[in-house]
Nanobody, 125 residues
Framework: QVQLVESGGGLVQAGGSLRLSCAAS????????MAWFRQAPGKGREFVAA????????NYRDSVKGRFTVSRDNAKNMEYLQMNSLKPEDTAVYYC??????????????????WGQGTQVTVSS
């Protein structure tokens, strides 16, 4: 089991930056691959970024490549999502997720067993 708590969301103007954090507790953090998903109003949940347990492999959706960076600090049991050059279409509730298949940074939501409650990110134009 692992418990996940997101923080760092908020309101930012287009072109601005935010850093989301996900604090994990429970089992050894490095035994989990971690990911970020998001859900905009009226839309389904979509993959944003993922990172393997060791941090050696990352995976991004095309629309955030070059703007978002996923990282982790296994010593602190933390995952991060640095979001730069934010756009209004990035507005959504952002969720962190954990998978016990630590070697795969999958984009499939079904591959993640544990989810946080989400943090709202709003980008104004």
């Amino acid at each position: 089991q692992v418990q996940l708590v997101e923080s760092g969301g908020g309101l930012v103007q287009a072109g601005g930056s935010l850093r989301l954090s996900c604090a994990a507790s429970g089992r050894t953090f490095s035994s989990f691959a971690m990911a970020w998903f998001r859900q905009a109003p009226g839309k389904g949940r979509e993959f944003v970024a993922a990172i393997t347990g060791s941090g050696s492999v990352t995976n991004y959706r095309d629309s955030v490549k070059g703007r978002f960076t996923v990282s982790r600090d296994n010593a602190k049991n933390m995952e991060y999502l640095q979001m730069n050059s934010l756009k209004p279409e990035d507005t959504a509730v952002y969720y962190c997720a954990a998978s016990d298949r630590s070697w795969i940074a999958t984009s499939l939501s079904g591959g993640y067993q544990y989810w946080g409650q989400g943090t709202q990110v709003t980008v104004s134009s």
